[in-house]
């Protein structure tokens, strides 16, 4: 089992930055693909970025690909998630989420873990 705690959110001006950090607990982190997703208000959760156990193989959304950079460190037991070129359509709760087996996957029911979420906030 992992816990998951994401952290770095905030309140943005569009065409800024933020970087978002998951910190995972336990010492089986390099056995999890981790994913990032969002749900804004009143919209459901979708899918944002995800990386392989080793992180040889990354996806993103066409929404967030060419802005959003996903990477994860192994040794620190953390996920982060690099957001450029923020848009006000890039406000929601971001979280975080782990998934044991080797397959990179971008539908939110097959990630078991997921931590409470972070807000993002980009204003116009």
């Known amino acids: 089992q992992v816990q998951l705690v994401e952290s770095g959110g905030g309140l943005v001006q569009a065409g800024g930055s933020l970087r978002l950090s998951c910190a995972a607990s336990g010492r089986t982190f390099g056995s999890y693909v981790m994913g990032w997703f969002r749900q804004a208000p009143g919209k459901e959760r979708e899918f944002a970025a995800a990386i392989s156990r080793s992180g040889g193989s990354i996806y993103y959304a066409d929404t967030v690909k060419g802005r959003f950079t996903i990477s994860r460190d192994n040794a620190k037991n953390t996920v982060s998630l690099q957001m450029n070129s923020l848009r006000p359509e890039d406000t929601a709760v971001y979280y975080c989420?782990?998934?044991?087996?080797?397959?990179?996957?971008?539908?939110?029911?097959?990630?078991?873990?997921w931590g409470q979420g972070t807000q993002v906030t980009v204003s116009s």
């Open positions: 989420a782990a998934r044991s087996g080797p397959f990179v996957s971008r539908t939110g029911s097959e990630y078991a873990y």
